[in-house]
């Protein structure tokens, strides 16, 4: 008999979630032990996307062998532990046949749509694997290709997705197998109008994740990771940061596109648009709960959170002459505009203006945004300066502008470090500076020490 499920839970797990045989049975547990999770989404295994994407840079014929035997030992390693490998075998040994022909390719053309054909191959891999370790746990399980679903445009490497096209694509295509079967399906890889696979960019699952959560009006979107939920630092760097129970969405949102990998910078779009709760936790450790994201939060805290986003670029721009401010402004940007430059922080005085570049997360190719024809354009009308090896610390958290004394909470934290640039005042819930990459750390560890401790 078919039953029908009056709610839709879809779960993600990450990269280390399903990095060998062991890790995705405690993934399977997890969805298994939840019945409202009818929708997988995978990542590929942890270090397969990076082999990936250094075979789509084009390598010579030997350094190509080591890293498909890389991959290849990777997925050999899971199908070594099922009972019947068999079948399951041939189709990885296809895909990674059809590997090595796309990185032979990469070797003579660079192409942006090869790369992300290429790199696609790694969630393709995972989430076969998945379904197998399922069957064999006795589970009736569909492998379903994201691809008929995630429909984007053609930015291969970091394309943007459509979501009323995968809203009416999930209905048709979607909807009626999660009556039948739990689904499995990949995270990152979309196709084009024209059917050509594209990426969402690095760590784009989450992103994948929420935007089939949205298309299905799921009741929750889960993310699996190898931390129990969203710190108010990267743990890494501050093993005293502490979990969060519960975050809004904009707190999430300003925290991922300020740097914090946990989530991909536009995770949370979707599920704010059709208000869905997103949980993060532990896939090593579901028992030690997680944060759940959702429009309200109980007394959301003057100071929530500290990120940070690594390798910036500072771009000083300096007037030739003695044009207004608005003038030059209104030139300066009309330049980066047409260059379709993805500007991210901007301060300015009377003759010159500072821009902070976003790097564009993209999957592969030039993920540079200053590019040789920019640079030389800005040349020709103004004195352009440059400055690399920066990192941008953010305080995320609430009426940041309204209230009084956080630019001394944090400032006088700072006294000795380098600030190389500010920016406060635009938005309520950040205060952004520049300090040189060798810093940033020792200010976060600082900063949070002061504030969160
Ligand atoms: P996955 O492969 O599961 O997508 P990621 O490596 O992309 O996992 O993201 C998880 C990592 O995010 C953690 O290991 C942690 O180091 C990092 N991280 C950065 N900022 C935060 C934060 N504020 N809270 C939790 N983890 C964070
Ligand atoms: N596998 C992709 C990456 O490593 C996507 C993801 O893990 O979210 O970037
Ligand atoms: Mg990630």
């Not at 000795?416 to 635009?426: E, L, N, S």
Request: proline residues 3%.
């Amino acid at each position: 008999m078919t039953r029908i499920y009056p709610q839709i839970v879809v779960a993600k797990f990450g990269g280390t979630s399903v990095a060998d045989f062991d890790a995705m049975n405690r993934s399977a547990s997890i969805v298994l032990a939840d019945q409202d999770v009818r929708l997988v989404v995978l990542s590929a295994s942890a270090g397969v996307t990076n082999l990936l994407v250094e075979l789509s840079a084009g390598l010579e014929s030997g350094e190509r062998t080591d890293k498909i035997e890389t991959l290849r030992a990777i997925q050999y390693n899971i199908i070594s532990r099922l009972s019947q490998p068999t079948a399951i075998s041939q189709e990885i040994d296809h895909l990674l046949d059809n590997i090595s022909r796309l990185a032979e390719e990469a070797a003579s053309v660079s192409s942006t749509a090869l790369n992300d054909a290429l790199v696609s191959h790694g969630e393709l891999m995972s989430s076969l694997l998945f379904v197998e370790v399922l069957r064999e746990r006795g589970v009736e399980t569909q492998w379903f290709d994201a691809r008929k679903v995630i429909r984007t445009n053609d930015g291969f490497g970091c394309a943007e997705p459509m979501p009323a096209a995968i809203a009416e694509l999930a209905e048709k295509q979607l909807r009626p197998r999660l009556e039948q079967a739990l689904v499995i399906t990949q995270g990152f890889i979309g196709s084009d109008a024209k059917g050509h696979t594209t990426t969402l960019g690095r760590g784009g699952s989450d992103y994948s994740a929420s935007l089939f959560g949205e298309a299905l009006h799921a009741a929750r979107v889960d993310i699996w990771t190898d931390v129990a939920g969203i710190y108010t630092t990267d743990p890494r760097i501050v093993p005293q940061a502490q979990r969060m129970d519960n975050v809004t969405f904009s707190e999430a949102s300003e925290m991922a596109a300020y740097g914090a990998k946990v989530l991909h910078p536009a995770t949370m779009l979707p599920a704010m648009r059709k208000n869905i709760p997103v949980f993060v936790g532990s896939s090593k450790n579901p028992s030690a709960g997680g944060t759940l994201v959702c429009c309200h939060a109980d007394n959301p805290p003057r100071y929530r959170a500290l990120a940070v986003r690594r390798k910036q670029t500072l771009l000083k721009l300096h007037s030739l002459n003695t044009q207004p401010a608005c003038v030059f402004l209104a030139e300066m940007f009309a330049v980066l505009s047409r260059h379709n430059t993805a500007i991210d922080l901007v301060t300015t005085s009377e003759t010159s203006i500072a821009l902070i570049l976003n790097a564009s997360g993209a999957t592969s190719g030039d993920a540079d945004s200053l590019t040789t024809s920019l640079l030389t354009e800005l040349s020709s009308r103004c004195r352009v300066e440059l400055e690399t090896g920066l990192d941008l610390v953010t305080l995320i958290g609430n009426d940041l502008t309204q209230a009084s004394g956080v630019c001394k909470d944090v400032f006088t934290e700072l006294e000795k470090h380098h600030v190389r640039m500010i920016c406060h005042g635009a938005s309520d819930h950040t205060l952004c500076f520049l300090l040189p990459a060798a810093s940033s750390d020792r200010a976060v560890k600082v900063l949070h020490r002061s504030l969160f401790e």
